[in-house]
Nanobody
């Protein structure tokens, strides 16, 4: 069992930066991929970024490449999403998720999810 808790969301103006955190508990994530997804009402959950806990392999959604960076902190068992140059279209609930062994871009392939944190970007 893995518990994931997101934090760091808020309301910011376009062009601002925000860093989200995903804290994991219950077990280690050494064999897991951890990803960020986002979702707005009425739309499908969108892949944002992912990282393998072991190794440096990362992947990003096309809409956030060059603006968002995913990273991890082994000591705190935490994954971060640094979001720069935020745009109104980044507004969504952001979720972190964990999947054993392999990075996946489909939400259905992730076994563990956090509760989500709201990010709102005003123009």
């Amino acid at each position: 069992q893995v518990q994931l808790v997101e934090s760091g969301g808020g309301l910011v103006q376009a062009g601002a930066s925000l860093r989200l955190s995903c804290a994991a508990s219950g077990r280690t994530l050494n064999n897991y991929a951890v990803a960020w997804f986002r979702q707005v009402p009425g739309k499908e959950r969108e892949f944002v970024a992912a990282v393998m806990w072991r190794g440096e392999n990362t992947q990003y959604g096309d809409s956030v490449k060059g603006r968002f960076t995913i990273s991890r902190d082994n000591t705190k068992t935490t994954v971060f999403l640094q979001m720069n140059s935020l745009k109104p279209e980044d507004t969504a609930v952001y979720y972190c998720a964990a999947n054993r062994w392999t990075i996946q871009k489909e939400a259905a392939n992730y076994d563990y999810w956090g509760q989500g944190t709201q990010v709102t970007v005003s123009s």
